[in-house]
């Protein structure tokens, strides 16, 4: 990645915006997702839909879409959360939506502080605790702990999913800083997993990125899943030693399709809706 080409990302994304946020909560699709951030979801399926992690990276953002929240939240079923990293709790945009009646998912460790910064009443927090399923609209979430802690102990707790629908369980760690197969949870058949990239503290411009590289495919294989979404890239409030571009993407799906040639890899971008 050169500074050149993320700055145009950013000019970019500023001209682009309310169109990725329009293409991201238009009608619902069947079996589809889209980003509005690098690490923000929108998905539909059995005409349901569930928004993961909602922020709005830069305060311009909010100001572009601030009069559309309400209505494009009141067709959501569910909002999800992961954890309190400032990439995915955005507290803020969940402040907006103080009188839209959408639920709002939360791990079961964010404090009363945490929760308090959305000026949200409680009662709109449901408390989600590892091992509890709920049901959301048609879809089906499972909570585990997921591994944000690096093999060293920094790190922040996080809850990652197991997603059903009606034909798809879909995997979603979220960030993951411990590649350890063994701290996947035991949620047996996996069609799709959803990986946030990442290859090692400031190490993005380190190519080829390992051992983190060879860490992270032995991670994917494990799951077994048949498709793997590679996520949360172009993070662009980062430095390029923390950015995650589509050159990681492309290292993990070469050496996945190496390693298992029926491997189906989607590669989203902002706003561009994709089917599972
Ligand atoms: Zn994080």
Redesign the pocket.
Known sequence: MREEWKAAAYADLRVRFPAIWDAAFAEKGEHTFTLFGPSCYVLDADGSRVVIDPCLRFPWMTDQIAARIRNDFARVDAVVLT?A?E??FDTTLLSMLRNCPVPIVVPEFFTPEQLASTSLPDTRFIRVRAGERIRLGRFIFTAYRSA?FRPSGSG?D?MGYLIETSRQRMLFP??VRDYNPAKLPPVGEVDTLFLHVWLGTANALNLPCEPFLSDTVRFVLATGARQVVLAHLMELARTLPELWTYTHAGLIADALIAARPDINILLPRLGVRLTL
Do not use: L, S, V, W
């Open positions: 954890h990293h990439d995915h944000h922040i996080e979220c960030d």
